[in-house]
């Protein structure tokens, strides 16, 4: 069956498009856009066709998650591969990187084989594994990175922690350069953060909590980046928090080390000042900043230095959640919201252009991963995300697809919806 995608806008930055125009596809393919050939049309259509009436709305490559948390195998009452997979679809992507804290970890050969096997049965995506830098997670010993890329493994990370052990890290950097995959680094210099709940401030003393400094991030942030000039690795920093960070990966830009940045909704829209109460649904970890770290890496964004947006993704159960916040796990979900976030909060305000905002929810992260994607150019696969930028509409968490319900935009007013998440040329969003 093939698919004709009629009247859109269609935003693809790889091409330089941003017009309106058709999309046809056979096969699960990108065959042209705009019109046929004459010689095609008849053999496109004999072979028969669902139309999706595109106008008023984008048509984008599709989505891609550098970073979401999918909790199986070992935390399904949280969250998983399934409802996971399908609450990204519902957020238009069309592809997630999930990340290896599970139970056991996804730190071998076998579990990136298991992922991938129940992702096969049961998502409506692509799943692109990460593999775990050392065993267990626990940052002792590096794992078999050169089995766990030939099972599939697109990226390496630790995410959830840094590897402390910096001799350990520099070889499976050197490993990571290698074998040309990127390497995810959450950066937290576990010691300095102790038991820190929110961000060092105002907010955490009138709420008795213990305060995470800048220092936490950049730090590491400074010894990866020295690390990776030194191995070659390709280093992406994940949910990139303060304005350190943002000046960091900027001057190494400008240095040529191989280096790109994501930031999450939550960090570029809100700050520690938003939290009112004891509330958890606020916690996550890296925390909510100062409005100066807000701004830097909205500023960041547009100039470029921050390559992607990504969720970081973070169900938890409903009791977790309801405990203090010193008390309560760190992470929020979002697969559902980012779009609507990024539009309300980047597009509308004229930071972002539409075409500059599809750059980093799908071509850049196709980039960073070295996967086929983020473009809907002939021959590139079908991965279609197709939006509204105008409607309006208030988030709510009892219509989420995902098991989590701990986000702190519950009733936040919103533009943006998605309409089709489309991966290789079929509908996995709507649901059917």
Known sequence: MNLWIKGGRLL???AGWDGICDLFVSNGVVVSAGSLPEGEKQRF????VTEIDASGKCVM?????LHVHLREPGFEYKETIRTGTMAAAKGGFTAVCPMPNTNPATDCPEMIRRVLAIAEKDSPIRVYPVGAITLGQRGEQMTDIEGMVKAGAKALSEDGKSVMDSGVYREAMKEAA???VPVLAHCEDKNLAGRGALNAGKKAEELGVEGITNAVEDIIVARDILLAKETGARLHLCHCSTRGSVGMIRSAKEEGIPVSGEACPHHFTLTDEDILSNDANYKMNPPLRSAADADALRRGLAEGVIDAISTDHAPHGREEKEAPIAEAPFGIVGSETVFSLA?????KTGI???LQLVEKMSTNPCRILGVRGGSLQPGMPADITIADFEEKYAIDKNNFVSKGRNTPFDGREVYG???YTIVSGKVAYPFR
């Open 178 to 180: 290698r074998l040309s």
């Open 352 to 354: 972002l252009s539409p």
């Open 343 to 347: 539009v309300t909060e980047l597009v």
């Open 61 to 65: 490559p599709g989505f891609v998650d």
């Open 45 to 48: 259509f004999d072979a028969g």
């Open 417 to 419: 919806a998605i309409e």
């Open 12 to 14: 693809d930055p790889a």
